[in-house]
């Protein structure tokens, strides 16, 4: 594997002895990491997701991320990483939704998103979410999948409609957004972390930043 090296505007998190990249544009893992206490940079893959297909989630995510991070290494400039301190990790991610043993990615189109959304009122779907971590220094990689299940009360068709409309659902895995407001008051159970429905599972990108170390 190729070493690099992040941008020069990265600064070292100030409570840790080492740089982080995310490798996301999501709104919603950026908060997670944000959350966590950790500085960081972000850059994004541009792959093709469509070309990389798994039948088993836990398989798909896992190389969709896996992709991500091959996609982004090469855009960093390329530098022996000998000559610095701190190591630096890249955060790579992935999910998906499952409902009724069908893997649901983003939507296609406003239809396919009221679909997914109307199937999951006064029903249960799961999330399955990859993390995977690469120390850039000593090559060394790790990751793991989370899934969480959640179960709906029924959700009234003009909340549907308002989701829809609104637009952000189109640029989710399966148009699930828990934390959305006007969402979260049909969630009837999250049997998991919900942090891993958001995208980024707490517990596992720690463990997983420890391993990597």
């Known amino acids: 594997m190729k070493k690099?090296?992040?941008?020069?505007?990265?600064?070292p998190n100030p409570n840790s002895n080492f740089k982080v990249i995310l490798g996301s544009s999501s709104v919603a893992r950026k908060k997670i990491l944000a959350d966590m206490g950790y500085?960081?940079?972000?850059?994004?893959?541009?792959?093709?997701?469509?070309?990389?297909?798994?039948?088993?989630?836990?398989?798909?995510?896992?190389?969709?991320?896996?992709?991500?991070?091959?996609a982004i290494?090469?855009?960093l400039q390329i530098e022996e990483y000998n000559m610095d301190a701190e190591p630096a990790l890249l955060i790579t991610c992935d999910q998906v939704v499952v409902y009724e043993g069908n893997i649901r990615e983003k939507p296609s189109s406003k239809?396919?998103?009221?679909?997914?959304?109307?199937?999951?009122?006064?029903?249960?779907?799961?999330?399955?979410?990859?993390?995977?971590?690469?120390?850039?220094k000593s090559g060394i990689r790790k990751g793991e999948w989370d899934k969480v299940e959640i179960r709906f009360q029924d959700i009234p068709d003009?909340?549907?409609?308002?989701?829809?409309?609104?637009?952000?659902?189109?640029?989710v895995a399966g148009a699930l957004i828990i934390e959305h407001p006007l969402i979260?008051?049909?969630?009837k159970e999250v049997v998991g972390a919900t942090d891993s429905v958001m995208g980024l599972p707490k517990a596992l990108t720690e463990r997983l930043i420890k391993e990597v170390l």
């Open 111 to 136: 239809d396919e998103a009221r679909h997914y959304i109307k199937g999951y009122s006064g029903g249960c779907a799961a999330t399955v979410s990859s993390v995977v971590i690469t120390n850039l």
């Open 4 to 11: 690099a090296r992040l941008p020069k505007d990265m600064e």
């Open 158 to 171: 003009q909340v549907i409609d308002s989701l829809i409309e609104e637009g952000n659902v189109l640029n």
């Open 184 to 187: 979260l008051p049909y969630v």
């Open 39 to 70: 500085q960081f940079t972000t850059m994004s893959a541009d792959i093709d997701e469509k070309a990389i297909r798994k039948e088993k989630p836990e398989e798909l995510v896992m190389a969709l991320a896996e992709a991500k991070a091959e």
């Open 73 to 75: 290494i090469p855009k």
